[in-house]
């Protein structure tokens, strides 16, 4: 900066502020300034200005994985609209593993970032307290915190109306015996989903034809959930013979597919498939999926400018927004078998 100022005639002091936007410079100044950063290959120190006005540009956006295309729409979607509102988004990948969460928690905290989005919540919710502790803004996306762990703004799917949507949409194809496959229930949205498949199953008098309800557990790979799926639909196969499988996100509705393929299994001739989140995959695998549709870049737009509000002061904490799903049909579970 003070090379810049030597080449320009003015004072450092002048150069700061044209580079920084802080004050109103005269414009052939500014002209002048710019171009002799432009020539000298300035690159402004964010380090050094984030430690002068205690707040950067940059968010932090933690997701559990990148290899579901789910979160890797989020990742697109919130780098996109951050990068354009002037943010630069640090990408946290948890693995869901609690100390990886910590870890990228603390590290924010150091790095003085603006704020942070956290999707589908944390495998150790208790770690966001820190954030608190710092006055670091943050929003949740796809997950709601109870008040007794941290009070948070969040953007919401009304996961209970999505996997009711699911059932209805088997009882209309005449389809009664169906079966259920989750990776574990960790957080609300997974939860909620679960809690709708129940409620459609006692809203449409199902319960005597309830077929087998897979819950991963601690051995489950969640960072393979077709593969997760693959396991649960064998499960499900030596247990009972369903004419219908509801999947809690596509990748495990992927790995039913493949695993009724291999037992000679038709679908949807045989059994009907369902999955959840309307991935891009889901609609290239064969058969195509009918699955449940997330408003993802709705959902991404929303808590984006929920955390820039809270950066600049204006959000209220305790605000909630909730979106609806919709249900994409397709080959798997066509309207008409």
Not at 4 to 23: E, F, I, M, P
Not at 173 to 202: H, V, W
């Amino acid at each position: 900066m003070n090379d810049v100022a030597k080449a320009s005639g003015v004072s450092q002091a002048t150069v700061s502020y044209v580079l920084n936007n802080t004050a109103e410079i005269s414009e052939p100044v500014k002209i002048r300034v710019l171009e002799e950063a432009e020539k000298l290959g300035y690159i402004r120190n964010s380090m050094a200005r984030n430690l002068k006005m205690r707040r950067g540009n940059t968010i932090g956006l933690m997701v559990p994985d990148v290899s579901n295309s789910y979160y890797s729409d989020i990742i697109k979607h919130t780098e996109k609209i951050m990068r354009e509102a002037g943010y630069f988004t640090f990408i946290c990948i948890t693995m869901h593993n609690p100390e990886i969460e910590d870890w990228y928690v603390t590290s924010l905290i150091e790095q003085k970032v603006a704020g942070v989005l956290v999707c589908y919540g944390l495998a150790n919710k208790l770690t966001l307290k820190k954030f608190v502790n710092y006055a670091v803004p943050f929003v949740v996306l796809d997950d709601d915190l109870q008040q007794d762990v941290v009070d948070a703004p969040c953007v919401l799917i009304n996961n209970i109306k999505g996997s009711f949507l699911a059932v209805q949409h088997f009882v209309s194809l005449g389809i009664s015996k169906i079966a259920y496959c989750t990776e574990p229930i960790y957080n609300k949205s997974l939860q909620d989903r679960y809690d709708g498949f129940m409620l459609a199953i006692n809203e449409f008098g199902l319960q005597q034809h309830l077929q087998h309800v897979y819950v991963g557990d601690d051995n489950t790979d969640i960072s393979d959930m077709i593969w997760a799926g693959y396991i649960a639909a064998g499960e499900i196969l030596s247990k009972s013979r369903p004419e219908g499988i509801f999947a809690v996100n596509d990748d495990m509705a992927i790995g039913v597919i493949r695993r009724l393929k291999e037992n000679q299994i038709r679908v949807p001739q045989d059994i009907a498939v369902i999955g959840y989140d309307n991935v891009p995959l889901s609609n290239m695998i064969s058969p195509t999926l009918t699955t449940i549709n997330q408003p993802v870049h709705t959902m991404c737009i929303q808590g984006a400018a929920m955390l820039q509000n809270l950066i600049e002061g204006k959000e209220d904490l305790r605000r909630k927004i909730m979106l609806e799903p919709s249900i994409i049909v397709r080959e798997s579970a066509p309207q008409i078998l």
